[in-house]
């Protein structure tokens, strides 16, 4: 019996040491107190984003999505003129804008791309194109009266391959510094970098964006996701060579001055009016971080 007894009060001290044990570990487990999360918050998310509107709101300034309209959304700034021009309803997102031979044009100073508003931008644009072996193309042109070359020009050297090629198009941006001489990048080959292009196609959407930082004076390009501009000739200089918005200024989609009626600046012809589909072009008065392109891509490849 005493044995017995022995017995039943070891086994009670062990199951005591168990539950005191088994307590403590649940207790270990959270030792913060943190509060528990639900897998249903990140359902449908991307990247923890419900959609594009929600990569920096607040430094987004100017935004055309295309939906039955060419006006600009934040402004609702109207379109002055245009050609070639109408509504695909395979867009990105809803509708976009499909050009043939065609421009649109606002002869209009946007208070968001004044001088003392943009130093560092980002442009993000979705677009279906073709080379065409003999034109460049202007996806957009943040243009200058009576001047050939912007402030932004994003351009595409759609004249340097045959339409038959979808699997490279240069894309070679430009800017213009604080003492009025063209800066730039491209996606090329140089050194151990090797050329780098998103898809392209007729019925193909590709995520293009350029951003600059007034910062560093860092100039890139992206597509469908990746950086693909030249690292050699991303550093633009921070002297005089710096991002300057020249006042005034009015945007151009799909050309420049000279696809434009009555509006030719200058003998040049190596651009001609666009022939190709944009989609959810946003202008940003910031450089965005890498992560947040990326992110514009998988949410636009979403639909969101």
């Not at 002869?107 to 073709?130: C, E, G, P």
């Not at 918005?245 to 009626?261: D, K, Q």
């Not at 009555?262 to 965005?288: H, P, Q, W």
């Amino acid at each position: 019996m005493k044995f017995s007894t022995l017995y039943k009060s070891g086994a009670f001290v062990l199951l005591a040491l168990s539950a005191t044990v088994w307590s403590s570990c649940q207790k270990d487990g959270n030792p913060n107190k943190l509060p528990s999360v639900s897998t249903d918050t990140y359902v449908g998310k991307v990247d923890g984003f419900n959609s594009s509107e929600e990569i920096y709101p607040s430094n987004l300034v100017a935004y055309w999505n295309f939906d039955n309209t060419t006006n600009e959304k934040i402004s609702g700034t109207a379109s002055t003129s245009g050609s070639g021009n109408t509504f695909i309803t395979a867009g990105v997102k809803g509708q976009a804008l499909a050009l043939n031979a065609g421009y649109l044009y606002y002869a209009n100073q946007f208070n968001a791309f004044k001088t003392a508003a943009l130093k560092s931008f980002t442009v993000s644009a979705w677009v279906q194109i073709l080379n065409n072996g003999s034109k460049k193309t202007m996806l957009f042109q943040l243009a200058r009266p009576t001047m050939f070359n912007g402030n932004i020009n994003f351009v595409l050297e759609t004249n340097s391959r045959a339409a038959t090629i979808t699997d490279a198009i240069t894309i070679h941006p430009t800017f213009l510094g604080q003492n009025g001489g063209t800066q730039d990048n491209l996606n090329a080959s140089n050194g151990t970098f090797l050329f780098q292009s998103p898809k392209i196609g007729a019925n193909v959407w590709a995520h293009m964006v350029i951003t600059y930082d007034a910062s560093t004076g860092i100039f890139q390009i992206w597509g469908n996701g990746v950086k693909i501009g030249v690292p050699a000739y991303q550093s633009r200089g921070t002297g005089t060579t710096l991002f300057n918005s020249f006042e005034p200024s009015e945007v151009i989609f799909g050309g420049n001055y000279n696809v434009i009626p009555g509006k030719t600046v200058s003998t040049d012809t190596s651009f001609g009016a666009m022939t190709g589909s944009i989609d959810e072009v946003r202008v940003y008065n910031v450089c965005l971080p890498d992560a947040y392109i990326i992110s514009l891509y998988k949410l636009g490849l979403a639909g969101k």
